[in-house]
């Protein structure tokens, strides 16, 4: 079934098209060096270790210590592991099932 996002827009659309034609990790550097500020980049990243930390049943405490998250981040994560669109899942189970190839 495919999804239907409620922010879909012509130039979201190309954003996305331009960031499945990185082919390698130098080429997500260069693109988002580019493209978002150093803080976005790391707010960014964090958002992903929240969730993968989520995903591992640890608490708000130890996910707040490791990656220096606000509870309400943390708390506004989980509620996308919940009810969102599944998209932290999906990315966390590909990176899993890479990480065991």
């Known amino acids: 079934m495919p999804y239907d996002s ?18 390698n ?8 060096e580019d493209i978002c500020t150093v803080n976005e980049i790391h707010a960014i990243a964090q958002r992903l270790q929240v969730a993968k930390l989520l995903s591992e049943k640890k608490t708000y405490t130890e996910i707040e210590s490791v990656t220096k998250a606000s509870t309400a981040t943390i708390s506004r994560i989980n509620k996308c592991l919940v ?13 899993a099932a890479k990480r065991d190839e």
Not at 6 to 23: N, V
């Open 83 to 95: 009810y969102g669109a599944d998209g932290y899942k999906l990315v966390l189970e590909r990176l």
């Open 25 to 32: 990790e130098e080429d997500c550097y260069r693109f988002f």
């Open 6 to 23: 409620k922010f879909k827009k012509q130039d979201i659309d190309e954003l996305f098209e331009a960031i499945l034609t990185l082919e």
